[in-house]
């Protein structure tokens, strides 16, 4: 018997699949979501995502998509991000400074290296 889904539940898996949808239209080969809840921002989450848009730049890679999201509910691992590349599962990283963003895009993305020591979960929040 399956679980029933609750309303938000239900809206996020919607998001998910749109998000999963226009990644692929637009040509893009993985995104990286940056929460930017309260807890995030305190945090200082809008450096993260600072030194993630910059760093992207500076090395041309326009590939990957960089999207805003809410809380991820790992108040106590902030900042956190989501990485998720075509084809694999999504990797959620914790205490991600402006340096350990670059790290992380670094190895990540650009290597296919995942970065054990600040991996927080796999798969989707």
């Known amino acids: 018997m399956s679980k029933v889904k609750s309303l938000e539940e239900l809206m996020k898996i919607k998001e998910q ?9 637009s040509g893009k ?3 990286i979501i940056v929460a930017m809840g309260t807890c995030g921002i305190a945090a200082g989450a809008k450096d993260t995502l ?5 760093y992207l730049s500076e090395l041309k890679i326009d590939d990957i998509a960089v ?7 790992l108040c106590e691992v902030e900042p956190t991000i ?3 590349l075509e084809g694999q599962e ?3 990283y914790g205490h991600v400074t402006p340096e350990n963003a670059k790290r ?7 290597e296919g290296k ?3 020591d600040l991996m927080v979960k796999r798969g989707e929040v």
């Open 104 to 110: 992380i895009i670094q190895s990540h993305i650009l």
């Open 17 to 25: 699949a749109i998000q999963n949808i226009k990644m692929r239209e």
């Open 82 to 84: 989501e990485v998720a």
């Open 90 to 92: 999504p990797i959620v």
């Open 114 to 116: 995942i970065v054990s």
């Open 29 to 31: 080969r993985g995104k």
């Open 50 to 54: 600072k030194a993630i848009v910059e």
């Open 67 to 73: 999207v805003q999201s809410g809380c991820m509910g």
